[in-house]
């Protein structure tokens, strides 16, 4: 059973600050995993999506990595702006299966 | 649509009364998924619509809960006899058959239930 962990569970940075945020998944064998945004009351936003036959994507300040045969993701998010605040999802598609399995978040406060 | 919408998006209701969440799904997209989140919890995937096939209903937490969707396109999750514990972020996301291209998100339906 496919179980994702994202650490560190809260972070508070100051601005400028460059970060890196964790996530790591017990079953290498998946088919890709995608990074969340989501702001307090809201729904949740794409940022990146890795595919298994990929080891890094970026978008902007954001970069997200991906290593299969440890079992992790990194998103890291240079030059942190305000804005960045949020909390940062991972989520994890297995092979074979239909259903995201996602992290627990890591809530991330930037501040001004 | 341009995105996926979901409606209300506050529900308060008094418990032990019915209430219905909806979503329409970005067009072209044939699977559609529930997903629920407590507060302080991780998102509890509910039920997977795909097309014409029957529906994966494995998460369903209590035959209160019920989901269909009209005619491979707008979802409607069914709550019955709500209690406090289903107090929660009720999520709808939609995808291509192909998973390839991941899931787009509504901004979901925050329910209370008093």
């Known amino acids: 059973k496919q179980e994702v962990t994202q650490i560190p569970a809260a972070l508070s940075v100051p601005e400028g600050e460059n970060l890196v945020l964790n996530c790591s998944f017990t079953?290498?064998?998946?088919?890709?995993l995608q990074w969340f945004r989501q702001d307090p009351g809201k729904g949740l936003t794409s940022l990146l999506l890795?595919?298994?036959?990929?080891r890094e994507q970026t978008s902007g300040r954001l970069n997200a990595s991906l290593d299969k045969s440890s079992g992790r993701s990194t998103l890291y998010i240079a030059a942190s702006q305000p804005g960045d605040s949020a909390t940062y999802l991972c989520?994890?598609?297995?092979?074979?299966?239909?259903?995201?399995?996602f992290g627990t978040g890591t809530r991330l406060k930037v501040l001004a | 649509g341009a995105g996926v919408s979901q409606s209300p998006s506050n529900k308060v209701t008094e418990k032990g009364k019915d209430v219905e969440l909806r979503c329409d799904p970005i067009?072209?997209?044939?699977?559609l998924y529930w997903y629920r989140q407590s507060l302080g919890q991780g998102l509890e995937f509910l039920i997977y619509?795909?097309?014409?096939?029957?529906?994966?209903k494995s998460g369903l937490p209590s035959d209160r809960f019920s989901a269909e969707r009209t005619g491979g396109s707008v979802s409607t999750l069914t709550i019955q006899r709500t209690q406090q514990e289903d107090s929660a972020v009720y999520l709808c996301?939609?995808?291509?058959?192909?998973?390839?291209?991941?899931?787009?998100f509504g901004s979901g339906t925050r329910l209370t239930v008093v």
């Open positions: 890795i595919q298994s036959s990929q």
């Open positions: 619509f795909q097309g014409n096939s029957a529906p994966d």
């Open positions: 079953d290498s064998a998946i088919y890709n």
């Open positions: 067009s072209g997209h044939t699977a």
């Open positions: 996301a939609s995808s291509f058959e192909d998973t390839n291209y991941g899931y787009t």
């Open positions: 989520a994890v598609l297995t092979s074979g299966t239909y259903k995201y399995i």
